[in-house]
């Protein structure tokens, strides 16, 4: 662990405070400080995942920042409901963003307007607050597409998270001002996604673990945590040829000023 001491990475995306979690979090937590991710923020789910994302960032509230949202495949026809309990916590603390939101059609595609509707209120909150959105994207790139074309201005801005889209959704994501949230996928072999985050110029990147999801070789399959950071920023400093103290420095900083950390 030695080498890694100089560079400083900050997990974008884990929901460290799920129960696959219960039993060693303040390891993972050691782990994750160890390779040097200095700090980690935290996508809620919904109205269910709340006191656990509370109590984690209650614990720990120099390094574990909490978001407030409703995940796309939690809109169900309870949904504004769960809306106002989050527009409740916006009045009530702080948060480093609205996440995570957007539309999912691959689980689910029973809610698609729901989904769309709950993603549009949530970004009219995001403009309200003055905070960054955090957007899932799952088989539905172009619906949001259409809503961000629809609602983008001066006040909007954010990330996609685990980016998955090609060249020219890249370009149009930069375009927009957002960043791009590059997370495990880069480093699968068959994603294609490492020849597309070749050309996005690195000021526009974020890096992200989405754990306990979508561990990077060489763990893929198992259990991801903020710690597995390390093999995304390698796999990214490899296919654009920059060192891996860059990566770390720049997608840092990029964090940072998003979040206003
Ligand atoms: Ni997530």
Not at 174 to 199: A, P, R, Y
Not at 244 to 260: E, G, S
Request: glycine share 4%; net charge negative; aromatic share 12%.
């Amino acid at each position: 662990m030695f080498a890694y001491m100089d560079m400083k990475f900050i997990d974008t995306h884990t929901h460290l405070f799920l129960p696959e979690f219960d039993s060693d979090r303040n390891q993972v937590i050691s782990n994750a400080k160890s390779v040097g991710v200095e700090k980690i923020l935290l996508p809620n789910v919904d109205s269910s995942t709340i006191s656990n994302l509370f109590k984690l960032a209650d614990k720990y509230p120099d390094y574990c920042f909490p978001m407030i949202g409703l995940h796309p495949t939690s809109v169900k026809p309870n949904f504004r409901n769960e809306l106002n309990q989050i527009e409740k916590w916006l009045k009530e603390r702080k948060f480093c963003a609205i996440g995570e939101i957007g539309i999912d059609l691959y689980w689910d595609k029973a809610y698609k307007e729901q989904q769309e509707e709950a993603f549009r209120y949530q970004i009219d909150l995001a403009k309200k607050y003055d905070l960054p959105i955090i957007i899932h994207a799952r088989e539905s790139f172009d619906e949001i597409f259409d809503i961000i074309d629809d609602v983008i201005d001066e006040r909007l801005y954010g990330v996609f998270h685990a980016f998955t889209g090609d060249e020219k959704q890249a370009e149009k994501i930069v375009e927009w001002g957002f960043k791009i949230g590059i997370g495990g996928i880069v480093t699968f072999k068959n994603s294609g996604l490492g020849n597309v985050v070749k050309n996005i110029d690195i000021h526009h990147i974020v890096l992200e673990t989405d754990s306990p999801y979508l561990a990077p070789v060489p763990k893929r399959g198992k259990r991801n945590e903020s710690a597995n950071i390390i093999y995304i920023a390698q796999k990214i400093a490899e296919v654009k040829d920059m060192s891996l103290q860059q990566v770390a420095q720049i997608t840092t900083h990029n964090a940072k000023q998003l979040f206003k950390l």
